[in-house]
């Protein structure tokens, strides 16, 4: 579906806001704890090795100053902040996030004609009929979004707002934290023509190396690049995605979340068993299946589960979130295998049936993993 099916007059340009949460885990521990306000805040994903091993998840601000950012080890963390006495290291709370972002994602809910969650901190929506297809009226519908988040949660958040996704998506990030960029129709290839193409979402370090190479270091210069180089490239699909990217042009439809929350296969051994190996054949068969079938529909997933009937038609199921959301079959397969070993283990009955599931779901946006699967390979 392109905007001008969902709108009858072509010259009616599409209203798509890209909502980002600031600082996300770490803005939701100050809101528990006021008097972490101004001081470095720093979540950990703690590893099972115990100690200081594991990696930050986010940090706030401050703690930004001094170099802590998503992703560096916990000890290198402690390091740069060892001279700030008043630093707070907090282990992650995901039940406690999710709960945030829920009551944040129904406050901006109402305002949208559509509305597709992509995060736990991220969310698209289209309000094109709520506001009459006029771009003058966005300035106020986002004062109105945002004083109401600040007002029932305390929350701040940064705002994109344009015709399309790719440009909405690139706005958010554009004005941070308590931003908002709104780019008009006729603004957009102005908007994009400074910026590294490694915004563009979906181009990763790789993509972005070769399209430096290429000459294209800004989107600007990408829009250079004529449709035939971008394909012979990168292929059919990616190059021409990036062809219409340089100009602005994208035609993603906003998609109602909550369509699909999980993605789950099973199957009935040939057997009766409860000996880990003689199973693991058809896991693997199963988490090939849910893989193939979360891909396909565009999706990365977050946790993992694993469903086993007994013998006495009980079931017992075991599920696991993994940090951040994943494409990955590898992820997915070792998962599933430590979580049926575990359930073997636990268990002494005979199993009959053994299902997979990939939940907490999150859109991919399509390009995103076909990129992440170019960027793996290359
Ligand atoms: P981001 O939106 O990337 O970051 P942020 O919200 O912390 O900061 P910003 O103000 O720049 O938007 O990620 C959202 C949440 O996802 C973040 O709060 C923590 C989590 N996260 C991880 O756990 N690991 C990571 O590597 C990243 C990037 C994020
Ligand atoms: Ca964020």
């Known amino acids: 579906m392109s905007w001008d099916a969902s709108s009858k007059d072509k010259n009616k340009q599409r209203i798509i806001f ?20 101004g001081k470095p ?30 992703g560096i080890p916990i000890k290198l963390a402690k390091n740069r ?23 944040a994602m129904a406050i901006i809910r109402k305002y949208a004609d559509r509305f597709e969650v992509v995060g736990v901190d991220e969310a698209f ?12 009226k966005v300035e106020e519908l986002v004062k109105t979004i945002k004083k109401e988040l600040k007002e029932q949660l305390g929350l701040t958040c940064s705002i994109g707002v344009a015709p399309n996704k790719l440009v909405a998506k690139i706005a958010s990030d554009f004005r941070k934290p308590d931003g908002l960029t709104i ?14 193409v490694g915004k563009i979402i979906g181009v990763g370090k790789k993509t972005e190396e070769r399209l430096n190479e290429m000459g294209a270091k800004t989107i600007g210069e990408l829009e250079n690049l004529d449709i035939y180089t971008l394909t012979k490239e990168f292929g059919k699909k990616i190059g021409t995605y990036l062809y219409n990217a340089a100009r602005g042009i994208d035609e993603e439809p906003v998609m109602e979340s909550e369509a699909i929350t999980q993605i789950s296969r099973i199957t009935t051994l040939k057997k009766n068993s409860k000996i880990f190996e003689e199973m693991l054949g058809d896991l693997e068969t199963l988490c090939k299946d849910v893989h193939k079938s979360t891909i396909e529909q565009g999706f990365s997933f977050k946790s993992v589960g694993i469903m086993l009937v007994l013998d006495d038609l009980s079931m017992k199921t075991k599920s696991r979130s993994l940090k951040s959301p994943s494409t990955s079959l590898d992820e997915l397969l070792k998962l599933s295998k430590a979580l049926l070993e575990e359930a073997v283990a636990e268990s002494q009955m005979m199993v009959r049936r053994l299902g997979v599931k990939v939940s907490e779901l999150v859109s991919s946006k399509g390009q995103d993993t076909l990129f992440k699967f170019m960027d793996e390979k290359t």
């Open 183 to 196: 780019v008009k129709p006729k603004e957009v290839q102005a908007f994009l023509a400074d910026l590294s």
């Open 18 to 37: 890209h909502v980002d949460f600031d600082y996300f885990f770490a803005q939701c521990e100050e809101l528990r704890d006021p008097s972490l306000k």
């Open 125 to 136: 929506f289209e309000a094109s009929e709520k506001l009459d297809y006029d771009f003058n």
């Open 41 to 70: 805040v720093v979540i950990c994903v703690y590893s099972a090795r115990g100690g200081d091993s594991g990696a930050v998840s986010t940090s706030n601000y401050k703690a930004r100053e001094y170099g802590v950012k998503s």
């Open 81 to 103: 902040l060892k001279d700030v006495p008043d630093a707070k290291f907090l282990q992650v709370d995901h039940e406690y996030y999710t709960e945030m972002s829920d009551k």
